[in-house]
């Protein structure tokens, strides 16, 4: 794969793609294509049968593709893939519900949550359906979990 971070590229803010390995703000507006590197790059996955292998992401030469995906899934709320994968990649306002405003309190605890490993129930939880917390682990807020 071409790497893409070199000098001369830059990052097309209407691509999923480029948004998630720059760390740029996911747009209001929603995201509409891949720009065309990452679109062949994109194909170039799919048709080495990618199915969300570490080993098919290695051979494909997609060291960023764990950034991209726990930014993705969380801009649409779905849960991630891991704990680990959000503390390293993902910030609290990233955390979107596919059609409704998400307060920041709320990108909060849902990102405390995922930090400590609870990763079900998101869109419920977007939507105002709280899990249950019985360790009051994400209804804390003396917990800093930004740069922990
Ligand atoms: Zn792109």
């Not at 409704?100 to 998101?122: H, L």
Request: charged letters at 20%.
């Amino acid at each position: 794969m071409v790497d893409h971070d070199t000098a001369g590229f830059v990052p097309d803010s209407r691509c999923p793609f480029c948004v998630a390995l720059a760390a740029l703000p996911w747009p209001d507006a929603g995201l509409e294509r891949l720009c065309a590197p990452h679109l062949s790059d994109w194909r170039r996955l799919q048709c080495r049968g990618w199915n969300a292998d570490p080993a098919h992401q290695q051979r494909a030469g997609m060291a960023s593709w764990s950034a991209f995906s726990a930014r993705w899934r969380a801009s649409g709320g779905l849960c991630p893939l891991s704990a680990e994968a959000v503390r390293k990649y993902v910030t609290p306002e990233m955390i979107r519900h596919p059609f409704r405003p998400v307060s920041p309190e709320r990108q909060q605890e849902i990102y405390r949550a995922w930090c400590a490993g609870v990763v079900a129930g998101v869109v419920a939880w977007l939507a105002g359906e709280a899990p249950a917390d019985p360790d009051g682990l994400w209804a804390s807020t003396d917990v800093d979990v930004i740069g922990s």
